[in-house]
């Protein structure tokens, strides 16, 4: 079922990163053209506010909503008409998530440059987190703990979530997501989808004060409006089709593995998937799996779309080559089922999050894992990590300088402020320390 890329031949090396990322499949998303798509719409939302969010809800997902907000008591509703199942597991999950993204937070610390001048690096969370949580082809609840959690544990004050209306439910976003955001404090929500939300809570209206961070998956519009709004608020990234890459040699159990590829492609048509395989017997293995496995899939029609486009079997020579193919691929999702996971782990440079040994699936991370399933895509896990407290936070450098070691210092400001024709930089240090002090340090 899987195309089949054979790199046993020797020819990795000769590819290098750049030539074996092209030989890769992976959807391509032009955010650029959405970009122009979107531009309109967010300038709108700049200039009119509310009531361009509203013209552009009543557009898209055809509901007019007099306001975003959504009523309080609405939340509560949505958490008690929950599934008791589905919101001890959001518990769990958030119980789980707070355990890591508690252990995520920096520490301050003090560096004393020379005696009487230091520095203290200081982390200081936004002042406002917007959330957005997308609406497609399925509710994320999980997408709530996952954003939420981290801002929480930053110590964000104010947390505020956007996610699309449905006409189904009255013009609210999904009871799931609804409930979720009650589970987890949140008081602020608005039905609002799209660039229209991403601009709402990057430029603000009357219903939703401008935030300083915006997170949250989304389609490419929603990575397309990140982009554009990008600077005037700080974002996660601009996440595409989801994917996956799996390091297996033979010991690995093709159940497990093709278990693990539907899995991923049940999430998007688009959905790319990479097997790695030093063994071919399992490659053939696995396409047998996945045959029968799809047969009783639920999505299968997606699955099949996925599996059979823009993903692929790569047969390599040892486990060296492997991870090189990996590392040029630079999934958001690893996965290493092989002898000696745990010390070829360790050698991951590029992967939003590596899933070691048969009993880690990504499913495990997408949930209860506590690790965070906001993930770099298609290829910034080369640049980018995925979301964290760190989003959240802010490094701030606090100076401190006795009249002493200012004096030290000021030779040498002396010679830099001259050596860059900044004489008032100088004259700022010459007007504390008079010149016959000044001894180097």
Not at 305 to 332: H, I, M, R
Request: with cysteine.
């Amino acid at each position: 079922m899987l195309t089949r890329i054979d790199l046993r031949t020797g020819q990795l090396a000769a590819l290098g990163r750049q030539g074996l990322a092209g030989l890769l499949p992976r959807a391509e998303l032009d955010v650029e053209a959405a970009v122009a798509a979107v531009r309109p719409i967010c300038d709108d939302v700049r200039g009119r506010g509310a009531a361009a969010v509203r013209a552009h809800t009543a557009r898209f997902d055809g509901v007019d909503l007099p306001t975003t907000l959504v009523p309080r008591a609405a939340l509560a509703d949505a958490l008690a008409a929950l599934d008791p199942r589905v919101a001890g597991a959001l518990r769990e999950a958030a119980r789980r998530a707070r355990l890591v993204h508690d252990a995520q937070l920096p520490r301050s610390s003090v560096t004393y440059v020379t005696e009487g001048s230091s520095v203290t690096e200081r982390y200081v969370p936004v002042d406002r987190a917007g959330v957005y949580v997308p609406g497609g082809l399925v509710a994320y609840p999980s997408s709530v703990v996952m954003n939420v959690i981290p801002a929480q544990a930053a110590g964000v004050g104010q947390i505020v979530v956007a996610s699309p209306p449905q006409r189904d439910n009255g013009g609210l976003p999904h009871p799931a997501v609804l409930a979720a955001c009650e589970l987890l404090g949140i008081t602020e929500v608005h039905a609002a989808g799209g660039a229209q939300a991403i601009a709402m809570l990057g430029y603000g209206t009357a219903d939703c004060p401008a935030a300083d961070v915006v997170t949250g998956p989304g389609n490419v519009y929603v990575a397309a409006a990140k982009r554009l709004l990008r600077g005037v608020v700080s974002t996660d990234g601009e996440a595409g089709p989801t994917e996956v890459a799996i390091v297996a040699d033979g010991s690995a159990d093709p159940a497990f593995v093709a278990a693990d590829l539907i899995a991923q492609a049940e999430h998007d048509p688009l959905a790319a998937c990479l097997l790695i395989t030093t063994d071919a017997g399992l490659a053939d293995r696995v396409d047998a799996e996945l045959t029968r496995q799809l047969a009783t899939t639920r999505h299968a029609g997606r699955v099949k779309e996925a599996l059979t486009g823009q993903s692929a079997c790569v047969l390599v020579g040892d486990t060296d080559a492997a991870l090189a193919v990996a590392g040029a691929w630079a999934p958001e999702h690893l996965e290493i089922q092989a002898a000696g996971a745990e010390d070829l782990a360790r050698r991951v440079r590029n992967a939003g999050a590596i899933f070691v040994g048969p009993y880690a699936p990504v499913s495990l991370g997408d949930y209860l894992a506590g690790s965070n399933h906001v993930l770099p895509t298609g290829g910034t896990a080369r640049h980018s990590g995925g979301l964290s407290v760190l989003t959240f936070l802010r490094g701030i450098h606090v100076v401190h300088c006795t009249a002493d070691a200012l004096a030290g210092a000021a030779p040498h400001i002396d010679a830099l402020g001259g050596a860059e024709d900044l004489a008032a930089h100088v004259q700022a240090v010459r007007a504390r320390v008079p010149t016959s002090t000044r001894v180097p340090r």
